[in-house]
């Protein structure tokens, strides 16, 4: 399999584009050709763990690796790190509906699905690739990202990972997730500004010429855990795979037959490994886009023009506060054919403007597949209200606007097929905002209180994880101002 990139031709094999993270024009990498499953692998994964079917797709992307490398990645990612073993288990809430779970591991968020496997990937890629050069791993992150990326690159050798969250923008237990994270090579900082504002800035520091010039004479080089890398987008086509082969084990599904994936997307990698998923032969009739009040893909998917030049709000589901989906680049280097150039005149058109509108081939394109929807805090409130009422079952806030996107479109279109509902982060996370939906009462100032009342409200136990932080040293307070991330970066590299 080999690579290339989304605004101007590349030729890459899997272990560079990993260890790079973006191509050197600052497009994303992405692969020439999609490889299909057949009948009889998707047959044989139907009988596979969750480690089985997660080497089958990774072989069918990574084929530099060898399958005794493979093997170890993956082993070393999923076995004894998530809850009762099961990465990505389906659970039943009726109404043809179905919530894949994806927050049962260590940060309790969809992120450790490809953020525990990604220190493996990336590893072993810069081993193969031979720079002998120690990596430096920059993010930027809306919240569950960093907190994932921590926990995965924490003390791994030869690495280092420096972290941006904005100020104001995450949970309160995100942030203590993020600043109390121990590990010799870490670093962690807020920003004066918002996720975009991070994004940019990262993107920046990239391809900036200084800093590339200072991690070469410090023998380091720059790579990414954001989606942007292939190397976090690839581990999560596996849990759309999987959840496929789970209802064809359970009889919910016949081969072949279709059903809808809902998903809350803020930076578009979640809903866009659906799409690689589908590619591979995974029959998904619509890819519904569910986005909350700062509802930019809602917009593009209905008109053809993506435009951030709109006003940014501060929601209750925080990690979809995003203006900026640089994921999106990877689909329209589909709906594009293959045309970087036009592409990269897009990408030009958002970075000068703010704005680009694509062309009504492409947009026809985009409505046959894709359904897109927003909701409001209110709404998102009442979802989880009512799921809470009717199943007894609890959601966060990201997973409630799909929930409410969900049974929007399916009121708008009477489509009932099956809905797959991409389950993002444990309800603990956002535990303010999910007792706000649940309870009149007066909640308590402390955080951990938060989470002991949520737990005997809906008798359902505390994440380990997030039970654990009480009590944790604070080890990153920093602070600054957007313009001075670069320097931020220089300094703890030094």
Same mark, same amino acid.
């Given at each position: 399999m080999r690579f290339t990139g989304t605004r101007s031709c590349a030729d890459a094999e899997s272990a560079f584009a990993i260890a790079s993270g973006l191509v050197s024009d600052g497009g994303l990498f992405v692969p020439q050709e999609f490889p299909a499953f057949t009948a009889d692998e998707i047959s044989a994964m139907v009988g596979m763990d969750y480690c089985g079917r997660a080497m089958t797709v990774l072989s069918k992307y990574l084929t530099d690796y060898s399958e005794e490398e493979l093997r170890y990645c993956v082993n070393g990612a999923y076995k004894g790190s998530f809850d009762n073993d099961e990465p990505a288990p389906l659970a039943d809430i009726g109404k043809k509906r179905k919530m894949l779970e994806l927050w049962h591991g260590p940060t309790c968020a969809f992120k450790d699905l490809a953020l525990q496997l990604l220190p493996y990937l990336l590893t072993t890629a810069m081993k193969k690739t031979g720079t002998g050069r120690e990596a430096v791993i920059l993010v930027a992150t809306s919240g569950d990202t960093g907190k994932a990326a921590l926990a995965g690159f924490a003390d791994v050798k030869d690495t280092r990972i420096v972290v941006f969250y904005p100020v104001d923008g995450v949970s309160d237990m995100q942030k203590l997730q993020m600043i109390t994270q121990k590990g010799q090579n870490v670093s962690v900082c807020a920003i004066e500004g918002n996720f975009d504002d991070a994004q940019n800035g990262v993107k920046a520091i990239f391809t900036d010429a200084e800093m590339k010039k200072f991690l070469l004479d410090s023998n380091m080089e720059f790579s990414s855990a954001n989606s942007i890398n292939f190397g976090r987008l690839v581990p999560q086509i596996v849990y759309y795979v999987s959840a496929y082969c789970d209802l064809l084990k359970s009889g919910e599904l016949k081969a072949g037959e279709g059903f809808n994936v809902v998903v809350p997307t803020g930076n578009f990698g979640n809903i866009l490994a659906a799409v690689y998923a589908k590619k591979m032969g995974i029959p998904v009739k619509k890819f519904i886009c569910?986005?909350?009040?700062?509802?930019?893909?809602?917009?593009?998917?209905?008109?053809?023009?993506?435009?951030?030049?709109?006003?940014?709000?501060?929601?209750?589901?925080?990690?979809?506060?995003?203006?900026?989906?640089?994921?999106?680049?990877?689909? $329209?280097?589909? !709906?594009?054919?293959?045309?970087? %150039?036009?592409?990269?005149?897009?990408?030009?058109? @958002? /970075?000068?403007?703010?704005?680009?509108?694509?062309?009504?081939?492409?947009?026809?394109?985009?409505?046959?597949?894709?359904?897109?929807g927003c909701c409001d805090d209110k709404e998102g409130k009442e979802a989880i209200a009512k799921i809470f009422k009717e199943r007894n079952y609890l959601c966060d806030t990201h997973t409630a606007v799909a929930l409410s996107v969900g049974d929007k479109y399916r009121e708008e279109t009477g489509d009932d097929t099956l809905q797959v509902i991409a389950s993002t982060?444990?309800?603990?996370?956002?535990?303010?905002?999910?007792?706000?939906?649940?309870?009149?009462?007066?909640?308590?100032?402390?955080?951990?209180?938060? $989470?002991?009342? !949520?737990?005997?409200?809906?008798? %359902?136990?505390?994440?380990?994880?997030?039970?654990? @932080? /009480?009590?944790?040293?604070?080890?990153?307070?920093?602070?600054v101002a957007k313009e001075a991330m670069k320097e931020f970066i220089c300094r703890r590299l030094s």
């Open positions: 569910a986005s909350n009040r700062n509802n930019v893909l809602t917009d593009f998917i209905r008109t053809g023009v993506y435009d951030r030049n709109r006003k940014f709000y501060t929601t209750e589901s925080p990690s979809m506060d995003i203006l900026i989906s640089s994921n999106l680049e990877r689909l $329209l280097y589909i !709906l594009c054919k293959g045309d970087s %150039t036009q592409v990269a005149k897009y990408m030009d058109e @958002l /970075k000068n403007t703010g704005r680009y509108e694509i062309t009504a081939a492409m947009l026809a394109e985009l409505q046959s597949e894709f359904y897109g982060a444990s309800p603990y996370k956002f535990a303010a905002a999910v007792l706000g939906a649940l309870t009149d009462e007066k909640l308590p100032e402390d955080d951990f209180e938060k $989470l002991a009342m !949520l737990s005997s409200l809906s008798k %359902t136990e505390i994440p380990a994880p997030l039970a654990g @932080l /009480k009590g944790e040293e604070i080890l990153h307070e920093s602070c």
